[in-house]
């Protein structure tokens, strides 16, 4: 159904979009694949009759989920930003979640607009998966050693280069980023929450950098360890990479003049 | 790989296995269908190289998920019962989870020996659907009457023909049925649980429970109209039928010899 016919509205569109990762072969479209890009830029080429090109925030990985994905398009015309969660959420398959929608200016772009993001990894602790979160989040029942994970985690608080953080074949030249916060949360259900806040991440950075917390936490890396291994700059150099399933784009900040994080926390 | 060679035993086990529903056509065995039933008689049959016929609780629906399906099986050898979870963990996919096992003797089995069942049925009712729960409930934004729902919900407790709460087409000739408690309970985080505990439930009942008591919470079907609906009983006279993806097999009760209820509350 052509949208040209009813109240319409032409411009740039933000939206917030939550995703189960799980069935994606993640964000970015790839030919012949069902992705969360693909999916959302037919969905929307559909509906308006006119080819719709969507940008990300960032790419996700396969299996990578989002509590807060932000996009944006540019329309010729099309429902009014208040009334696209209601039509993209009839439109949409259950596993794409349309969450918020605001109109912005041209000088607004999902990805080269970004502060800062914020990911959650989840890890599950009880000694049998639990039906309601294995989809969301890594199991691991041998015992962690918290306190060391946190004092891991602390060294990783500031500027620095994290090569030894990233995927071998990261495009980026530049391996040089800040992080806001590393902060593990427990409940009392059984789950971990590492909550990663940088400026930006490199390809894999959230998933080696649990890994190795996970690792210094089973006591096979020594927590006093991250310093050098930050320093030596090789992927070698750290731990193990997570599996994309416990991993959630859980926030993303844009400056003050766009609302700042675009969820609550 | 066979078990013949290692540590064996024969005999009847009992496994409480939870799945997710979501990627099953139901419990029971279809030809060319994938199905919890098949998926465990494969498993088992694979491992010990015998076919092994597998007997669960009852079957549930396409799309229905379970905290505590129970199951058994007679084996003329395998693992011995405390490492049948270890060892089918290693063997099944991550949907379905096995929880817990026992040797049981020749005169317990999984359907006849049922005392009680308890389903819990999850709605979620905030504006926005989760994408942690959208797979595990049913999104009602709508507002819901709760007292009305829970007035109409202590109408059915008791033993009643449960003919206008079943599937036309149910097999069963009998329809009496005992109802132990139709209970709602809300968090803060918009989730509302509606558990059915009864000796037995006819096919689809729990969902015509459930879309009749939102019927009544949306204003649609009077409380004081429950004891008519039993009364009539006519499929027609009740409400709609909730989608299968809110609803878990929660809990099943067998004889006090056979240790109760399989998992705490």
Redesign the interface.
Known sequence: MSMKSQESRGGRIRLVV???GADFHGFARQQGLRTVQGVLEDTLSNMLQVPILVHGSGRTDKGV???AQVVHWDQPYGPPADRV?HVLRNRLP??I?P?QAREVDSEFHARFSVVRKTYRYALYRKP?????????SWHVAEPLNLAQMRLAASELVGEHDFTSFCAVAAPQENKVRRIYRVELQEDRDGNLYVFCEGSGFLQYMVRIIVGTLVDVGLGSINADAMPAILAARDRAASGRTAPPHGLCLWNVEYPTVYGGRVLDL
């Open positions: 939550a995703y189960d989920h989002a509590r969660v259950a596993d979640i969450i049998i998966p639990d039906v309601f979160t294995y989809r969301f």
